[in-house]
């Protein structure tokens, strides 16, 4: 939110709640606007989730890292959140390559703290907000084990995707171990019982090996390119 905005909402604090309720729309209005304008110059990009709670010493550190620099070094801007763990390990495998590193932070009372590595910073109050932008500009999702929040983001990727509100991407889940139980349960569940589709499951790809995620994301556009068709456009454009 711009200082013009702030002191605004400032200003309205002590307002009737609906006056404040139409003021913070306002607020939530230039989230959009700022962030959008700010990322329209990354694409192609490529948005790394996973644990904010592991160390630096953690194996998936080190491969998210990897995977980050790889996808740097290949062109592609890498979007995290900004924070620390899997996001910091991917911030500083792009900030350590050849394109930007962007962080999409959110302020929250625990766990968030902005990692260094960043290019690009922007701090979000509205989670809604965020993920419009994680989806947005990405050319692909990386995946690697994490809590609810990653959870989150790939659910929210496969709802837009599997309901044709989004453009299908790459969805790659990182650590094939870690997800086993779940994709299982996706298909003797959610499949079996029809409430997915089984060819539902075929939007996402587990792959284990850096090398091969972003051979994976180049054999996805191959032929197109990596901007929007006029079609996926629209779909963006209404998100």
């Given at each position: 939110m711009?200082?013009?905005?702030r002191?605004?909402?400032?200003?309205?604090?002590?307002?009737?709640?609906?006056?404040?309720?139409?003021?913070?729309?306002?607020?939530?209005?230039?989230?959009?606007?700022?962030?959008?304008?700010?990322?329209?110059p990354?694409?192609p990009?490529v948005?790394?989730?996973?644990?904010?709670r592991?160390?630096?010493?953690h194996?998936?550190?080190?491969?998210?890292?990897?995977?980050?620099?790889?996808?740097?070094?290949a062109?592609?801007?890498i979007?995290?959140?900004?924070g620390?763990?899997v996001?910091?390990?991917?911030?500083?495998?792009?900030?350590?390559?050849?394109s930007?590193s962007?962080?999409?932070?959110?302020?929250?009372?625990?766990?968030?703290q902005s990692?260094?590595y960043?290019?690009?910073?922007?701090?979000?109050?509205?989670?809604?907000?965020?993920?419009?932008?994680?989806?947005?500009?990405?050319?692909?999702?990386?995946?690697l084990?994490?809590?609810f929040?990653?959870?989150?983001?790939?659910?929210?990727?496969?709802?837009?995707?599997?309901?044709?509100?989004?453009?299908r991407?790459?969805?790659i889940?990182?650590?094939?171990?870690y997800?086993q139980?779940?994709?299982?349960?996706?298909?003797?569940?959610?499949?079996?019982?029809?409430?997915?589709?089984?060819?539902?499951?075929?939007?996402m790809?587990v792959?284990?090996?850096?090398?091969q995620?972003?051979?994976?994301?180049?054999?996805?556009?191959e032929?197109?390119?990596f901007?929007?068709?006029?079609?996926?456009?629209?779909?963006?454009?209404?998100?």
């Open positions: 711009n200082d013009k905005l002191k605004i909402a400032a200003q309205v604090d002590a307002a009737s709640p609906t006056a404040r309720e139409s003021w913070r729309m306002l607020g939530i209005m230039a989230e959009f606007v700022e962030a959008t304008e700010r990322l329209a990354v694409r990009a948005s790394i989730f996973g644990s904010a592991i160390d630096a010493d194996p998936y550190f080190a491969q998210a890292e990897k995977v980050a620099r790889l996808l740097s070094d062109g592609f801007s979007i995290s959140g900004g620390p763990g996001m910091e390990a991917a911030s500083k495998g792009a900030y350590q390559g050849r930007p962007v962080g999409l932070n959110i302020l929250l009372p625990q766990e968030q990692n260094p960043q290019d690009i910073s922007l701090t979000f109050h509205h989670f809604f907000a965020r993920k419009v932008m994680f989806v947005k500009f990405a050319a692909a999702y990386v995946v084990p994490g809590g929040g990653t959870l989150d983001e790939l659910m929210e990727a496969l709802t837009l995707i599997q309901t044709h509100k989004s453009r991407f790459p969805l889940l990182m650590n094939g171990a997800w139980g779940l994709l299982d349960w996706f298909r003797e569940r959610l499949v079996s019982e029809g409430m997915i589709a089984a060819e539902d499951l075929d939007l790809l792959i284990d090996e850096p090398e995620v972003v051979d994976a994301i180049f054999k996805h556009y032929g197109r390119g901007e929007p068709l006029p079609q996926e456009h629209e779909l963006l454009l209404n998100l």
